[in-house]
């Protein structure tokens, strides 16, 4: 089965530019999260979508990022400009049911990192 | 609010030595509790999940039992592998809380041959 699908695996960009960020989350599921690691702060969520709805936006960090879920099986998460200070791994999962809750298991794609130059 | 507390890494350990973890949670509610896996270059991977009090997790030898009396959700197992070698995070998520997973910090393993 294919797992949660993200592109690009590795970008890197000038300090500036627009970063399109893609997910596909497994089908049949309803939620979809991105989330950020950074060494310095860990992982955090970012933003939070349940049938293609945002839900919970309040870990975005600021009016650069902006996140879509157009359909059930696309998300994207764009920054512009694009800051140093947003290099990090970006991850998106997707899960069956609401977040976590009832132990619901949130499956995490392997992840897009970005170098902002 | 929420928040999870894992001991501070690296851990490095010889290969079929006893590996803990520890995890400590403070929650609102009654979280449900799990273990993620990150290896080298990869994303998370659930390694084992508890859902109510006294539940133990386990999975590929590893285990966790949910201790209430203690906000405890330590990772243990008994003889580690060069190939468990990654970052371990515990995570739970609290219903009162909307049910956002909440990550610990991570804790890195390194197993030596």
């Known amino acids: 089965d294919a797992g949660v699908i993200q592109s690009p695996r590795h970008e890197v960009t000038e300090m500036g530019q627009e970063v399109t960020l893609r997910c596909k989350p497994i089908?049949?599921?309803?939620?979809l999260f991105w989330y950020r690691q950074t060494m310095m702060r860990g992982l955090e969520l970012l933003i939070y979508?349940?049938?293609?709805?945002?839900?919970?936006d309040s870990g975005m960090p600021e009016d650069r990022f902006s996140a879509k879920m157009p359909n059930a099986s696309f998300s994207t998460l764009k920054i512009q400009p694009s800051e140093p200070r947003d290099s990090a791994v970006y991850f998106c999962?997707?899960?069956?049911?609401?977040?976590?809750?009832?132990?619901?298991?949130?499956?995490f794609g392997e992840g897009s990192w970005l170098t902002v130059v | 609010g929420n928040s999870v507390t894992q001991m501070e890494g690296p851990v490095t350990l010889s290969e079929e030595a006893f590996l803990t973890i520890n995890c400590t949670y403070t929650?609102?509610?009654?979280?449900?509790l799990f273990w993620y896996v990150q290896y080298p270059g990869e994303g998370l991977q659930l390694l084992l999940k508890?859902?109510?009090?006294?539940d133990k997790g386990s999975n590929k030898g590893f285990e966790a039992t949910y201790r209430k009396e203690t906000t405890s959700f330590h990772l243990e197992k008994g003889s580690v592998q060069v190939s468990d070698s990654a970052v371990y995070f515990c995570?739970?998520?609290?219903?009162?809380?909307?049910?956002?997973?909440?990550f610990g910090q991570g804790t890195e393993l390194s197993v030596k041959p």
């Open positions: 999962a997707s899960s069956l049911g609401r977040q976590a809750l009832s132990g619901n298991t949130i499956y």
């Open positions: 089908s049949g599921h309803n939620s």
């Open positions: 979508f349940n049938n293609n709805v945002p839900i919970d």
């Open positions: 929650a609102t509610g009654y979280p449900s």
């Open positions: 508890a859902t109510k009090a006294d």
């Open positions: 995570a739970l998520s609290d219903y009162n809380q909307g049910g956002k997973l909440i």
